[in-house]
């Protein structure tokens, strides 16, 4: 993994102080002297991590004056409130406004604010077409057809030796490769759940999730999100107490779509109380690479010592969209897990594992995910900016460490599934808030998506987003 260079270390520190409001707007950053006395760090560092935060949008310098917080570094838009409490059990039946949501994000002419992923241009897809080659090439015959039942080894060495870096021993054997996360968080919650039972999800919660649990006849708790924070951890003591809750099914980083990370402390919490009433827990972990301080974050899978959380990570996001390679580390549900995959697709490709198995050893992925953070992390100060450029007032927005998306919540008159036709025709795609939610809430709220990269056309569409947003 790359180790931060001392200046990245630096600017990533004052970054975060930044982004939490210690440094506020227009406030001076501390001065070179100061900075050198501080952290130890001689001038060129603090200059050179000064350039860096200068890039990323956060500090500007005033002639003869020193480097000052930048006005938008941090905004004016207010942090959206925790989401409300729905007490009722759901049933689940989203499937058909998800699809004709999705359905219309195909046109390439369309701004892709609405999309799940980031640019094609970001990923190194030349390079992995090379690793695919070479790999292919040093696979004998016999493991081709060995690797479809047992995955191949050499990528779950690689998986597995990432898990290390997170804080997670894990035997190779609790891993099982899958066809994306999407396959291993079907097999999770197969593994462990019958028709009709219920499932603690988050409000709001990737839309897969809830078309995972109409498709299983499963019943939706949904349990309020905290932009910020994350989880309602007393929520959830409350309903795992009350209700035969089967299974939950969470993201601890970079949530999908609040963007929120539970800290370390807040992890150990969720771990207990799930320890407490023996609930499976299935862990959708799949923004994990994508954080923007200067530590990864750790899984609940790090604090978990009784096998009951299912990890599940992909490639999908942070290096080989539609290699379609992902997996989970199952615990104690990992030979069940394992059962399901043969019993229903047998194996994800070959060659894409190998390709990718080839390529985190000999790519430089680390250097490539450096490369994307700061892309993503600049990308996100873009979109915020225009934001509070074009958005009205009232508007509520987070600011996750990681990922790539921001959550908008809009004023109450404004009708976000109009928002979403009245931008298409326009030309400009986003992802409306009731596909996020079984009760299908979030009305005046949309997903924003920032991961391509930032022009003339997505300032164009935001502006013209704010016209629409103002027309309400
Ligand atoms: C939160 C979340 N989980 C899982 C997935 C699916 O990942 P994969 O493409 O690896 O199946 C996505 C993709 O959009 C996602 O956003």
Redesign the pocket.
């Known amino acids: 993994m790359h180790k931060l260079k001392r200046y990245e270390k630096l600017a990533d520190e004052i970054a975060a102080l930044i982004r939490s409001g210690i440094l506020a707007p227009n406030q001076r950053v501390p001065s070179v002297r100061l900075a050198c006395r501080n952290y130890d760090v001689s001038p060129a560092t603090v200059f050179k991590a000064y350039y860096l935060l200068e890039d990323r949008g956060l500090i500007q310098a005033r002639a003869r004056s020193g480097y000052y917080v930048r006005e938008h570094a941090r905004g004016s838009l207010a942090e959206p409130k925790m989401s409300k409490r729905e007490t009722a059990v759901q049933e689940v039946d989203v499937s058909e406004l998800v699809f004709s949501v999705l359905g219309s994000l195909k046109d390439p002419h369309t701004v892709p604010f609405g999309s799940?992923f980031p640019s094609a241009d970001a990923f190194p897809l030349a390079r992995l077409a090379k690793s695919m080659g070479q790999g292919l090439r040093a696979l004998s015959p016999h493991q081709i057809i060995a690797d479809q039942t047992a995955g191949n080894d050499p990528l779950k060495r690689q998986i597995a030796l990432r898990y290390t870096l997170a804080g997670v021993m894990l035997p190779m054997d609790e891993l099982v490769i899958t066809n994306?996360?999407?396959e291993a968080?079907n097999l999770c919650l197969q593994a462990v759940t019958a028709p009709g039972d219920l499932v603690a999800i988050e409000a709001p919660a990737?839309y897969?999730c809830l078309q995972v649990l109409e498709r299983l006849k499963l019943k939706a708790v949904e349990i309020p999100v905290h932009p910020r924070d994350g989880i309602d951890l007393d929520g959830l003591a409350d309903s795992l107490a009350r209700l035969p809750i089967k299974a939950c099914w969470f993201?601890s980083s970079f949530q999908?779509p609040m963007g929120a990370s539970l800290t370390a402390e807040r992890k150990q919490r969720l771990i207990e109380l799930v320890h407490q009433h023996q609930v499976p827990l299935i862990e959708?972990d799949?923004y994990s690479e994508l954080y923007f301080d200067s530590q990864p974050p750790r899984p609940l899978k790090s604090h978990d010592r009784d096998g009951l959380v299912m990890h599940c990570g992909?490639f999908?996001?942070s290096l080989a969209p539609g290699y379609r390679i992902?997996w989970v580390a199952g615990g104690r549900f990992a030979e069940k897990i394992a059962q399901l995959k043969l019993m229903t697709t047998i194996s994800p490709s070959v060659p894409a594992q190998v390709a990718i198995a080839d390529y985190l050893q000999h790519g430089g992925y680390d250097r490539h995910l450096r490369k994307l953070r700061h892309s993503l992390e600049s990308q996100q100060q873009a979109m915020l900016a225009a934001a509070e450029r074009y958005f009205p007032a009232e508007t509520k927005v987070t600011r996750p460490h990681g990922g790539y998306f921001l959550w908008f919540e809009f004023p109450e008159r404004v009708d976000s599934l109009t928002l979403f036709k009245v931008a298409l025709a326009q030309g400009i795609s986003l992802a409306p808030g009731p596909i996020f939610s079984a009760s299908r809430s979030f009305r005046h709220c949309a997903r924003l998506n920032y991961g391509h990269a930032w022009g003339e056309d997505s300032e164009r569409a935001m502006a013209l987003l704010g016209q629409v947003l103002a027309a309400f």
């Open positions: 799940a994306g996360a999407m968080l990737f897969a993201m999908n959708d799949v992909s999908s996001k992902g």
